[in-house]
């Protein structure tokens, strides 16, 4: 969160969104002109080969290959590529 950028009372405080909420609900209300600025979500968590793999066979159940790989990589946040291949190895085997 920046205020008053290139003025005397300029202000700038980091944080994530809930925490600069809470901290500005217990103030008084701020003057001048804010701009709130949001980087990138933090990195995807790690996630096991096996419970990938859980994941992709859950959705081929109801899905294609492609939407199963598209559905999880949405989910994950891992590269849609990286699952597509793994779903493609996945849907191979269960033939």
Avoid at 19 to 46: N, R
Avoid at 56 to 64: H, P, V
């Amino acid at each position: 969160m920046a205020r008053e950028l290139t003025k005397v009372f300029e202000e700038t405080r980091r944080g994530d969104l809930a925490g600069l909420a809470a901290e500005y609900a217990a103030a008084a209300p701020p003057k001048g002109e804010i701009v709130i600025v949001v980087g990138p979500p933090s990195a995807a968590p790690i996630l096991e080969a096996d419970a990938l793999d859980r994941e992709i066979l859950t959705a081929l159940e109801a899905l294609s290959v492609k939407d199963a790989a598209a559905a999880v990589a949405a989910r994950t946040g891992l590269p849609r590529r990286e699952v597509y291949g793994r779903t493609l190895q996945l849907a191979g085997e269960r033939r």
